[in-house]
């Protein structure tokens, strides 16, 4: 079964009477990242943070062509990449922090297509599960490195290696940096900073940043970690790519 999905704009808009109230945005953004999560689970579909079908169908379908047995989703959310994977993999975990995400993504699972084992636990993607380690052949991750602070990638990349076993792929999709002249360039810096301010003077933290875990340093901490790399520009010039980091057969 081919993966498809509708190609959505990544533009803030809400839909309709389905997605949160700039009140609920606001209660989330003073919550902590998890229960920011847990209370923005039920309509978080209907948010433009969600990673839009047409960003996870190309990556997952080559990954689905090659062949999964077993893939983790780290920050999996309500599991929209889970439920691509669901008819082509023959064991699915996801790992969030969040209960009330994975509350939702076993809800929306239960009535995807497939018939693969789906295993839902709640965990830190930077420090996952011992008993989850090494069991893969496929780790993916879409719209969660924002909550990984940049001190912490290297953290990100050790657990995506540990968590595959040898000849075992980590996918994702990332960027390139906006250049100086895009607006979209300085709207994510003002929004970091804004998060910045807002992390200091307010307690529990939100972590949530853009223009994180881009290339070329994704790829020079994968390759130091000893991935080997490809990069596929599935998304033309709209600088986002799709990248394969393989674990090597013999590591």
């Not at 691509?84 to 008819?87: E, F, N, Q, S, V």
């Not at 993999?89 to 699915?92: H, P, Q």
């Not at 018939?115 to 839902?120: H, I, R, W």
């Not at 901490?221 to 000893?226: D, H, K, P």
């Given at each position: 079964m081919?993966?498809?999905?509708p190609?959505r704009?990544?533009?803030?808009?809400l839909?309709g009477e389905?997605g949160?109230?700039?009140?609920e945005?606001?209660?989330q953004?003073l919550?902590?990242?998890t229960g920011?999560?847990d209370?923005?689970a039920?309509?978080?579909?209907?948010t433009?943070?969600r990673?839009p079908?047409a960003?996870?169908a190309p990556?997952?379908e080559r990954?689905a062509a090659?062949g999964v047995e077993a893939?983790l989703d780290l920050?999996?959310g309500t599991?929209?990449?889970?439920r691509?994977?669901?008819?082509h993999?023959?064991?699915?975990v996801?790992?969030d922090?969040?209960e009330?995400?994975?509350?939702?993504?076993?809800?929306?699972?239960e009535?995807?297509p497939g018939?693969?084992?789906?295993?839902?636990r709640?965990g830190d993607?930077?420090d996952?599960?011992?008993?989850?380690?090494g069991?893969?052949?496929l780790?993916t991750?879409?719209?969660a490195?924002?909550?990984v602070?940049?001190e912490?990638?290297?953290?990100l990349?050790?657990?995506?290696?540990?968590?595959?076993?040898?000849?075992?792929r980590?996918?994702?999709?990332t960027?390139?940096?906006p250049?100086?002249?895009s607006?979209a360039?300085?709207?994510?810096?003002?929004?970091?900073?804004a998060m910045?301010?807002r992390?200091?003077?307010?307690?529990?933290?939100f972590?949530?940043?853009y223009?994180?875990f881009?290339?070329?340093?994704a790829?020079?901490?994968?390759?130091?970690?000893?991935?080997?790399l490809r990069?596929?520009?599935d998304?033309?010039?709209?600088?986002?790519?799709?990248?394969?980091?393989r674990r090597?057969?013999?590591?």
């Open positions: 081919p993966i498809r999905g190609l704009r990544p533009f803030f808009r839909r389905e949160p109230s700039l009140l945005l606001l209660q953004a919550s902590s990242t920011g999560y209370r923005l039920p309509k978080f579909e209907a433009p943070f990673t079908d960003l996870l990556p997952l990954a090659a893939a920050g999996c599991g929209a990449a889970l691509m994977l669901k008819p993999a023959r064991v699915l996801g790992l922090l969040s009330g995400m994975l509350a939702e993504a076993a809800r929306r699972l009535a995807a018939e693969a084992l789906v295993s839902l709640v993607m930077l996952p599960p011992a008993d989850l380690l069991r893969f052949d780790v991750s879409f719209g490195f924002g909550h602070l940049e912490d990638e290297p953290r990349v050790d657990a995506a290696w540990r968590l595959l076993g040898p000849g075992g980590f996918v994702f999709v960027g390139t940096r250049p100086r002249t607006p360039r300085w709207l994510a810096h003002g929004f970091n900073a910045r301010v992390n200091a003077l307010w307690k529990p933290p972590v949530m940043y223009l994180t881009l290339l070329p340093r790829e020079a901490l994968l390759r130091a970690r000893g991935f080997e990069v596929y520009r998304f033309g010039a709209r600088g986002l790519v799709s990248v394969e980091a090597p057969s013999d590591a």
